[in-house]
């Protein structure tokens, strides 16, 4: 089974700072790559997601994420965090074209104005 | 629009005890999957309903879980015999035809169950 590995689970950082957030996963064939955010008191949001095509992906809020097979990585970034960013960042991966969205631990990010 | 409804929101109970949670995903949704999230952990796969059959319940951790799907859109989690140890958040999500690139996940805002 696939497994999802994030790392430096609480992240503080100040408004204007760039944020990177590590993301690797353990399966050697084909994946899907999903980053989710949860922020305070709402349910998760699908932030990127990867199929196929150009590894680097946009998504909303300013947000990227960079997938590179010979890492097993797919690294979430944000050039200049805001303080609305603040919440949980997860990672997730689908593999061997099952539906089983499997999770990292996430990461919690707080931003101070 | 609506989105994911889950009821109740808290549920605390006792242990040895019976619970249901529910699950009202977006209207016309065929897709329901329930996850269940323990403090400082991810999201962990429970089920995977398509329709009204459990298509994938390899993430259901014991045979005192049980999930339903009967018309193919309200699901109900049954926990029965429950243990401390199933306390977490139970969330359920819901996609239009199941985890697809034009068919993302949407999450409910999750049932906290607290078993004591």
């Known amino acids: 089974a696939q497994s999802v590995s994030q790392h430096n689970h609480h992240v503080i950082l100040s408004e204007a700072a760039s944020l990177e957030l590590g993301c690797n996963y353990s399966?050697?064939?084909?994946?899907?790559l999903f980053w989710y955010v949860q922020y305070p008191g709402q349910h998760l949001q699908l932030l990127l997601k990867?199929?196929?095509?150009?590894?680097l992906v946009k998504g909303i809020k300013g947000f990227e994420a960079e997938f590179i097979k010979s890492k097993f990585s797919f690294n979430l970034r944000k050039p200049s965090v805001q303080w609305s960013d603040t919440a949980e960042y997860f990672c997730a991966v689908t593999a061997g074209g099952n539906n089983r969205l499997a999770f990292g631990k996430g990461n919690q990010v707080v931003v101070i104005p | 629009g609506a989105g994911v409804s889950q009821t109740p929101s808290n549920k605390v109970t006792e242990k040895g005890k019976y619970v249901e949670l529910r699950c009202d995903p977006i209207?016309?949704?065929?897709?329901l999957y329930w996850y269940r999230q323990s403090l400082g952990q991810g999201p962990e796969f429970l089920i995977y309903f398509q329709g009204t059959g459990a298509a994938d319940d390899s993430g259901l951790p014991n045979d005192r879980f049980f999930a339903v799907r009967p018309e193919g859109s309200v699901s109900t989690l049954k926990i029965q015999r429950t243990e401390r140890g199933d306390s977490a958040v139970y969330l359920c999500a819901s996609s239009l035809r199941g985890g697809t690139y034009n068919s993302p996940l949407h999450f409910g805002n999750g049932t906290r169950l607290t078993v004591t």
């Open positions: 209207s016309g949704h065929t897709a």
């Open positions: 399966y050697g064939g084909t994946v899907n």
């Open positions: 990867y199929f196929s095509g150009d590894p």
